[in-house]
């Protein structure tokens, strides 16, 4: 670090720390206002200021190690990334300014302090950027992981009928678990009946309606039956606008209904218990 | 016209955003919930064939309206490999992913208007409306 910034930013700490908060809340849009209040705006706004600050003495190594702590709280708190940004733009303005008005700044090593405050605050930004993409990285990919819990779960409701109830958008990854966990579900519980249940699907295309004629053609293969239900009435237009045959698959319209069939198929009723 | 929003399509889930687009648009123009699902349904299709065959490209929804007639316009362009018998993809079974072969003729009777425009080695544009009654 140059002499004359360090000494700079060292005996102006307080000066830069309330200017610095000025501007920021100046600047800033109303969504980030809304999250944060007034209190935790300025604490976490003097911990940014000093984390910066003691980055102008301390060791790499410590630096990124409280550079992340920083990164993770404050996407926690969900600032956006750009006001982390611009706090950090603003804050190299601030010094140079500081610095002309000071008169510390000549023609001669003008050029000199800016390359070097630029150089100084580039890392930080990329590090910044690093941890936040990284951090956004990893809630995406557990996402990712908890959906794929939820995508196809089947559900044995009485013995030999199971339940697949489908929520949600149906895309070509969730079709194929869908296909595998009706397959492997109807010989591991041994089902006669299986009920898919589309209540909870937005949309049936021609794409959606493919997998299911599909998976109903395989759940036959494996010698059990496929009910299919939960068609809502402006899903079963849809379908005959299109010109889709689903005569191969039984339809119900809700999943009561679906069972009852379910049950008859496996010749039982469901009797009211008298007394 | 007086609105017009577009989604690109790059991936599967851009198909899922441009139909979630459309859903909103019908819902403000005040079309009835099998409307709604007959639209969305349709910029479903044309949003997969873009990704299927096309790789990339774009679905527009605008709304229109002209003569105190309102009405909801999906277009759905790419620069693809374009269509080389637009008649027999029109056909009902026809395909050549291995699908039902019913998305585009499906599309064509979910909308009210429906239009084809494709060069081979050039690109696709379909435009469908959908009036409000």
């Given at each position: 670090m140059n002499q004359l910034v360090y000494d700079f930013i060292k005996q102006n700490q307080d000066y830069i720390l309330t200017e610095w908060m000025g501007i920021m809340k100046e600047s800033t849009d109303e969504r980030l206002i809304k999250v944060v209040s007034d209190r935790m705006f300025t604490q976490t706004s003097s911990e940014f200021i000093d984390m910066i600050i003691t980055n102008v003495d301390s060791k790499n190594k410590e630096f990124t190690l409280k550079l992340s702590d920083f990164a993770e709280k404050v996407v926690q708190l969900g600032w956006p990334l750009t006001f982390v940004n611009e706090g950090l733009h603003k804050f190299t303005l601030i010094v140079i300014n500081g610095m002309v008005e000071k008169g510390l700044v000549t023609p001669d090593n003008q050029v000199n302090l800016v390359n070097h405050l630029d150089k100084w605050a580039t890392p930080i930004n990329n590090e910044i950027v690093n941890i936040y993409t990284q951090t956004w990285e990893r809630t995406v990919s557990m996402q990712k992981i908890a959906l794929q819990e939820l995508s196809a779960p089947l559900i044995p409701v009485l013995e030999g009928i199971t339940v697949m109830p489908l929520i949600g958008t149906i895309d070509t990854e969730r079709a194929k678990q869908i296909m595998e966990n009706l397959l492997t579900g109807v010989v591991k519980h041994r089902s006669e009946v299986v009920l898919i249940d589309i209540?909870?699907?937005p949309v049936v295309d021609t794409m959606v309606a493919h997998h299911i004629i599909q998976a109903a053609e395989a759940v036959r293969l494996v010698g059990a039956k496929c009910i299919l239900c939960g068609i809502r009435p402006e899903i079963a237009q849809t379908i005959v606008n299109l010109g889709i045959?689903?005569?191969e698959v039984i339809t119900k319209n809700t999943l009561k209904k679906g069972i009852e069939v379910a049950l008859e198929l496996t010749s039982r009723k469901i009797v009211k218990v008298e007394g | 016209m007086e609105f017009q929003s577009c989604v690109k399509i790059i991936n599967e889930w851009d198909i899922v955003a441009a139909r979630q687009l459309g859903r909103n648009v019908a819902k403000e123009l005040g079309f009835g919930t099998v409307d709604q699902a007959r639209i969305t349904t349709a910029i479903s299709e044309l949003a997969r064939n873009i990704y299927l065959y096309a790789g990339q490209g774009s679905v527009s929804i605008e709304k229109l309206n002209i003569n105190g007639k309102s009405g909801l316009k999906i277009i759905a362009e790419d620069q693809g490999?374009?269509?080389?018998d637009i008649r027999r993809v029109m056909?009902?079974?026809?395909?050549?992913?291995?699908?039902?072969?019913?998305?585009l003729p499906g599309a064509k009777r979910l909308m009210d208007d429906f239009d084809i425009e494709s060069i081979p080695g050039e690109g696709t544009k379909i435009i469908a409306t959908k009036w409000l009654r």
């Open positions: 209540t909870g699907v045959n689903l005569n | 490999p374009g269509i080389e056909e009902d079974g026809y395909t050549t992913s291995g699908g039902l072969g019913a998305g």
